[in-house]
Every structure is written in structure tokens, then in C-alpha cells.
């Protein structure tokens, strides 16, 4: 198995708004390459500036989720 990690640090990723990013998962076999269907996880940073405005409460763990 194998984790691999990409951190924008000398080529950030600029949004304001949204962002949306795709994961293909990638395995491979003798037999070559396949697209694995693992569970994926995913987090991100962003600098905020202070003072800022009171962000919205966040839904119970149970609403938000995916399955």
C-alpha cells in the first residue's frame, strides 16, 4: 500500500468561493494498472484573516454524513 501526499506550497491553488477537486485512484497488479475503489479522505487548510465574521454552526455529525 502506498499514501501519497501533494501540498501546494510552491504552486498554490488560489479559489475565493468554491473549489472542487477530483481523486482517481490508481492500483497496480501484474497485470498493470486499475482504478481501485477505496474510501478516500481529504482535508484542507486555508489562512484566514482576523478579525472575520462568526462562521455558520456546523450540522450534527449525523447529517453531515456522506453514506
Known amino acids: 500500500m ?8 510552491p504552486d498554490p491553488v488560489f479559489f475565493e468561493e468554491n473549489l472542487k477537486v477530483t481523486v482517481q485512484q ?3 497488479s501484474h497485470n498493470g494498472l486499475f482504478e481501485r475503489q477505496d474510501d478516500l479522505s481529504s482535508v484542507a487548510y486555508w489562512y484566514q484573516s482576523e478579525p472575520h465574521q462568526k462562521f455558520e454552526e456546523l450540522l450534527p455529525a449525523e447529517k453531515r ?3
Open 2 to 9: 502506498r499514501g501519497f501526499y501533494r501540498w501546494h506550497i
Open 26 to 28: 490508481i492500483g497496480v
Open 65 to 67: 454524513w456522506p453514506r
